[in-house]
């Protein structure tokens, strides 16, 4: 299984220093059958299928922690927003499409507000036209 930890903001682009997630964190993402990769984001959680390349996995990753700190000061530039997050356990699950996701099933998903993305929404090379949102 494949786990990232966002530990770090660095520069301007927001790189992602990627280490081993805590034991904690490994029960949890045991729990989630279909997905075998994981990123903490200041405790808020990516999952994703085999599907999901991990550059895209990666980029999804900086595009949350810049959300949640875009001046990148390493506090939360709404601190209400973040606290409703973790309180209602907001994940995001990554697949390959609509299809893999179906196939999983929500009910294997702990309780929780989720988001999907899917594979082919993360572009790390920028959005292809101007009124795309670049996810």
């Known amino acids: 299984m494949k786990r990232f930890f966002l530990c770090s903001i660095l520069s301007t682009f927001l790189m992602v220093l990627v280490i081993g997630c805590s034991s904690q964190d490994q029960e ?12 903490d984001v200041y405790g808020l959680k990516i ?8 550059e895209k996995l990666m980029h999804s990753a900086n595009m949350l922690a810049e959300y949640l700190d875009n001046d990148e000061d390493g506090a939360m530039d709404n601190q209400l ?3 409703t997050l973790l309180a209602e356990n907001m994940a995001i ?3 390959k499409d609509e299809d893999e996701l179906r ?4 009910r ?21 036209r101007k009124e795309v949102f670049d996810i």
Do not use: C, H
Request: glycine share 12%; hydrophobic share 35%; proline share 4%.
């Open 108 to 128: 294997n998903f702990p309780e929780g507000a989720a988001q999907s993305l899917y594979d082919y929404e993360s572009r790390p090379g920028g959005a292809e």
């Open 28 to 39: 949890v993402t045991e729990e989630i059958s279909g997905f075998t990769k994981f990123v």
């Open 93 to 95: 699950v990554m697949g």
């Open 81 to 83: 927003v973040f606290d």
């Open 47 to 54: 999952y994703a299928t085999d599907n999901v390349r991990d």
């Open 103 to 106: 196939a999983i099933g929500w």
